[in-house]
């Protein structure tokens, strides 16, 4: 929420001194943009002269309310209220730090209505008198706590317990779980688990063209999340240059107005992803990572150049790193392990990914979470050791992101029609073939065919195979998809690149198609043509 939200919500705080409302307050700015009314400096405002201590605004504020009986407050808020709507429907929320007797509050309470939440914040007087002696303030304070209770009001503050929405014992919780009940309070949280997220995933060895799908369906989405690390590169159709992305969402180009996340389970190459930033323009208020991410070092990428010769590892350090996170439990690496929080470069974008998500969930904001690489380079469900470092299904992508499983709506499950593997050792694939047969069967130009076959990342030939029916299978029971995406279709036919609409296509793709959605039991809703502005067919009822 932000200050621009259609919802108007008045807060009122009240509380003896120390009982923890500056920490409420602050938080509510800081978080929700709320604005925040004094009535230290209402007091101010209406009494010029009075000096800045305690005492004295004390007796200024009693000696306003004996004039109204409080309504003094009230008035002001609404001014203050006005000011900052600038004549239209008053949008936004606005704290009132502090009301100190029933008759502010119930002024304000009877000219706001229902927008008003009252938030009593208590302790015990030991711990208070603590407290008081310990806090650091402008205003020129009481000797010690006795003092400051001789007033008659702060004598009474308590009473306003009776009439709050909400009390909260700040001497029995800490501070962040006072501020977790004061914003349940105010339908902050999302109420529901009204599922909202989209994911999309690869189906083979990665490189199934995520980001081609992707950049179709991009404008639908408010927010798009990101897992996995580097050693995946997406791709999206622009002029001159297709975009290409590593660390950001393939979505960033294409829905400039969404916002960007890149979850806990991200690891992080800083100078990469610091390129990718400014390449992409993309600005502060734009991004978020989670302070939890996991950065590379440059040890990491010098470990995994070790890899090439038997896995075919991209050598960009993510599995090395994601290692080290587990392992640097501990703290006795050679090399330590360094967060997203811990990178002073990385600083001006660090947001809980939990706030980022509640705030989208709350707002019912479309999000779409993108898996990296592939399901059968799971290293769980993969044919170990030709794996990569984390769980590249749903599953473990929406663990790594921190979304509930409650909150998924659809799965897609991307694959093409001749999987692919990198170059070299990197592991079986059932039914190879050759450039020169797919070639042949295609129409396609061999040189064209190998030029597009380039690994994103290592710029390495790839290996192709024929389509794994038993692979589509396995990875249908390990994601549960709602959708299949099909690409590369002109693969099958190159005549298929000049298909528009579902029924331009050549018969024996639409035969293929079809015994694809036999096998995995779900509609093949989206259909990739070729790469270029109009490349994908699209069948979905969602």
């Not at 688990?193 to 081609?212: H, I, R």
């Not at 990178?343 to 969930?361: D, G, M, N, V």
């Amino acid at each position: 929420m932000n200050n621009q939200d259609d919802t108007l919500r008045v807060v009122i705080l009240s509380g003896p001194i120390c009982a923890g409302k500056t920490t409420v307050v602050e938080h509510l700015h800081k978080r929700y943009g709320a604005y925040i009314v004094k009535t230290r400096d209402l007091i101010k405002h209406q009494l010029p002269r009075v000096k800045d201590e305690r005492g004295a605004l004390q007796r200024a504020g009693e000696k306003l309310d004996k004039e109204d009986g409080g309504a003094w407050v009230k008035n002001a808020l609404a001014r203050f209220v006005e000011a900052r709507t600038e004549g239209s429907t008053p949008r936004g929320m606005f704290v009132v730090d502090s009301v100190r007797i029933r008759g502010q509050a119930d002024a304000i309470r009877e000219a706001f209505g229902t927008t008003v939440h009252h938030i009593h914040l208590t302790a015990s007087e030991g711990v208070l008198a603590d407290r008081y002696v310990k806090r650091g303030s402008k205003t020129q304070e009481f000797p010690d706590y006795d003092a400051v209770k001789k007033s008659s009001t702060e004598r009474g503050v308590e009473k306003l317990a009776e009439i709050a929405d909400i009390v909260v014992a700040t001497d029995r919780c800490s501070a962040s779980a006072v501020v977790v009940r004061a914003t349940a309070l105010l339908g902050l949280y999302s109420r529901t688990t009204a599922a909202c997220v989209d994911v999309l995933v690869g189906g083979q060895y990665g490189s199934e063209g995520k980001g081609n799908i992707v950049g179709h369906i991009a404008p639908e989405y408010d927010l798009f999340v990101r897992v996995g690390g580097p050693n995946a590169g997406h791709k999206v159709f622009a002029s001159p240059q297709p975009e290409a992305y590593f660390h950001l969402p393939s979505g960033s180009g294409r829905a400039p107005k969404a916002s960007l996340l890149l979850g806990a389970g991200a690891v992080i190459y800083i100078p990469k992803l610091l390129d990718e930033i400014a390449n992409n323009h993309i600005g502060v208020d734009r991004l978020s990572i989670d302070p939890q991410a996991m950065i590379i070092e440059e040890a990491d990428r010098a470990d995994e150049m070790k890899l090439l010769g038997s896995i075919s590892s991209t050598a960009q350090g993510v599995g090395a790193a994601s290692a080290r996170k587990i392992m640097g439990r501990g703290g006795k690496l050679l090399t330590p392990v360094r967060l997203a929080k811990d990178a002073p470069e990385l600083r001006p974008y660090l947001k809980e990914a939990q706030e980022i998500l509640e705030r989208a969930y709350l707002r019912n904001d479309r999000i779409l979470l993108e898996g990296t690489q592939g399901t059968s380079l799971s290293v769980h469900h993969g044919p170990y050791p030709f794996v990569t470092s984390r769980d590249t299904t749903v599953a473990g992508c929406l663990a790594d992101a921190g979304i509930a499983t409650s909150r998924v709506r659809k799965i897609v499950l991307v694959c093409r029609t001749f999987p692919i593997r990198v170059g070299g050792p990197s592991g079986p694939m059932a039914l190879e073939i050759s450039y020169e047969e797919l070639a042949a069967r295609s129409k396609i130009p061999i040189e064209e065919l190998k030029t597009t076959e380039k690994t994103t990342t290592t710029k390495r030939q790839r290996r192709l195979a024929e389509f794994d029916w038993e692979q589509l299978r396995r990875s249908v029971l390990l994601n549960g998809p709602t959708d299949i995406a099909l690409t590369f279709v002109d693969y099958l036919d190159i005549k298929n690149r000049e298909a528009f609409r579902f029924d331009q296509l050549t018969n024996e793709t639409l035969r293929f198609i079809e015994e694809v959605e036999r096998v995995s039991g779900q509609p093949v809703t989206l259909i990739s043509t070729k790469f270029n502005w109009r490349n994908v067919i699209d069948r979905r009822s969602w």
